[in-house]
């Protein structure tokens, strides 16, 4: 991995916990357009500082030096230098973004996305969804997806045509600790006016259930739960909150929902990250980001340090 952009011997931010930075991390392109705008909106309403990290992919190093006009590490320095100023040319059209730190570095992003919100101790991780398509999963370059896997702290992977704060936003709840705690950081980040839909897609599908049998308890048992999820999130927050019993497979279910009601967020929790874990749960994380058409966030199961909530209540 090569140094960062700057040269100098200036130190790394290192805010105090009520100052902990957004990171968003961009290469420039398109498609983080949106995270851009919306890390702005974020930071404007929190007042929280920003860094914007650039991860270029190294130059294949095995190669024979005869197919090589320049040494590998020269090819990964311009490449680092080339992405820095990419990163800096997409900011000019990003209003409040003069004070933010700008970084660029070679290597694997998401390992290096991870790296860097350990060591700046940041509140969330922006990034743009990205692309989805078959060939984008083999290659890995679905770096939302994979920084999602592995995740300490929220993160929120905007889509490419979002322009500020979120108004209608789905939170899909199971009524676990995570869960929760990322439906209260949806309406934290929904915009003054917005609505935030806490739902809890129910088990059994469509089956016929007879009064006081397994599927009638457990459907009576969750509707309380999510009456009580409710209640308790409208205590919480001046936005609108409203719950919805959904059927079907998780995944589809969460995702035909934020379609029909114009969601342009959807809230998930994290999870431990047991292998069990990460094949029952994070593939419906995983499912949720690669068909949503509005950004998605993921929310760590512990929020005890209240200092890494992006905006106030």
Known sequence: MTSVATRSRRAEPKAPASERPILVATAGEAESRGALRVAAALAAIGGAPVVALGVA???PHNLSARVMLRP????????RRDLHERIRDSLT??????????RAFTGTPADLVHAAAAKWRARMIV?????HTRLDRIFGSETAVAVMR???IPVLAVHTRATGLPARA????????????????AAQLLAADGTLF???VCAFGEAKAKPGDLIDIYRAGAQKRLDEAVAALRTRTTRRVDGVMLTGEAGSAIVAFARRERCDLIALGGHPMGLLDRILLGSI???VVRDASCSVLIAPPDRADASAQPTSG
């Open 57 to 59: 992919a190294p130059f």
């Open 285 to 287: 994380r995983t499912r």
């Open 170 to 185: 789905v939170a899909a709840v199971d009524f676990t600790d995570a869960s929760l705690s990322a439906a209260e950081s």
């Open 198 to 200: 806490v739902t809890h």
């Open 93 to 102: 059209e990003i209003p409040g973004s003069e004070s933010w730190v700008v």
């Open 150 to 152: 592995n995740a300490r």
């Open 72 to 79: 590998p590490p020269a090819i990964d320095e311009q490449a």
């Open 127 to 131: 990034l743009g969804t990205g692309r």
